[in-house]
T-cell receptor, first 118, second 112 residues
Framework: GENVEQHPSTLSVQEGDSAVIKCTYS??????FPWYKQELGKRPQLIID?????GEKKDQRIAVTLNKTAKHFSLHITETQPEDSAVYFC?????????????????FGQGTILTVHP | DAGVIQSPRHEVTEMGQEVTLRCKPI?????LFWYRQTMMRGLELLIY????????DSGMPEDRFSAKMPNASFSTLKIQPSEPRDSAVYFC??????????FGPGTRLLVL
């Protein structure tokens, strides 16, 4: 199916530690994997994404890795800071049709509540 | 760029009333998505449009929900009649072709 399983549901770390969140999917046609950060009372905002032709992507303290064979992808945050505290959502998508007019629908994981303690 | 605009930001209504949520996508974006977020069910896609045409409405919960996109700069999500279980935050998002989805600020709906 199209479900995305996200783990853990909550994650508590000390400032400066690393945090890793993992998502698994089952639809082998998935080819787009964004990660969103949602602060309390705010909208989800994209922090990083990866497409299926790439195995890893980094942007400063955050990185995403993709294993298409195993159908899982992970978010890595290094040197965590209190302002990283938020809910993080993974998602998967695929081209809506062969013409690729859009990545079409995204299916989101259930979210991970990350708390970074000073 | 103003980003995705949604109105109202908050809505409190009584069961049985009609609710209309509005969205203005980012100019130039040709895909528009309506999501619902609750603690129990997380972030769910309700319906999305490409070039003003509904592509997938399989997430619309039931016939009480309807969505329209009469032009490239405006969409509505209507609930009629509303029920307490419809209480949620409703997000609109938009994107360009095969691009990142940008979310609006959301509408917090409370049905009493």
């Amino acid at each position: 199916g199209e479900n995305v399983e996200q783990h853990p549901s909550t994650l508590s770390v000390q400032e400066g530690d690393s945090a890793v969140i993992k998502c698994t999917y089952s639809d082998s046609a998935s080819n787009y994997f964004p990660w969103y950060k949602q602060e309390l009372g705010k909208r989800p905002q994209l922090i990083i994404d990866i497409r299926s032709n790439v195995g890893e992507k980094k942007d400063q303290r955050i990185a995403v890795t993709l294993n298409k064979t195993a159908k899982h992808f992970s978010l890595h945050i290094t040197e965590t800071q209190p302002e990283d505290s938020a809910v993080y959502f993974c998602a998967r998508g695929r081209k809506a049709n062969a013409g690729g007019t859009s990545y079409g629908k995204l299916t989101f994981g259930q979210g991970t509540i990350l708390t970074v303690h000073p | 760029d103003a980003g995705v605009i949604q109105s109202p930001r908050h809505e409190v209504t009584e069961m049985g009333q009609e609710v209309t949520l509005r969205c203005k996508p980012i100019s130039g974006h040709n895909s528009l998505f309506w999501y619902r977020q609750t603690m129990m069910r997380g972030l769910e896609l309700l319906i999305y449009f490409n070039n003003n045409v509904p592509i997938d409405d399989s997430g619309m919960p039931e016939d009480r929900f309807s969505a329209k996109m009469p032009n490239a700069s405006f969409s509505t999500l209507k609930i009629q009649p509303s029920e307490p279980r419809d209480s949620a935050v409703y997000f609109c998002a938009s994107s360009v072709l095969e691009g990142t989805q940008y979310f609006g600020p959301g509408t917090r709906l409370l049905v009493l």
